[in-house]
């Protein structure tokens, strides 16, 4: 999947092969809210340097779906084999 926009600090939109968009709810990430200003705003921005634009694997979580249908799991980056 390829990270295409960070929604807030445990948020993000992402395209996997089919080339579907899915909003990813991270676990294991507890952040500010967008409206506690300048936490939420930080921990956006931080997400945004760290995961936009890059490959990511995702492993799902044992509940799939929260109750605003964000896709729930982990994401790690794709490593990159060097020769």
């Known amino acids: 999947m390829t990270v ?5 600090g445990n948020t993000l939109e ?6 579907t ?3 990813i ?4 990430i507890s952040v500010p809210s967008a409206e506690q200003k300048p936490w ?3 921990a956006k921005e931080y ?6 634009k890059q490959a990511v694997i995702l492993e799902l979580d044992r509940e799939i ?8 799991g982990y994401t790690a980056l ?6």
Do not use: P
């Open 14 to 19: 992402a395209i996997g092969n089919c080339s």
């Open 4 to 8: 295409v926009k960070i929604v807030s």
């Open 25 to 28: 709810r991270l676990m294991g």
């Open 78 to 83: 794709c490593a990159v084999m060097g020769g």
């Open 40 to 42: 939420g705003i930080d």
């Open 21 to 23: 968009s899915e909003t």
């Open 47 to 52: 997400l945004k340097g760290r995961l936009e």
């Open 65 to 72: 779906e929260d109750k605003y249908g964000r896709t729930l």
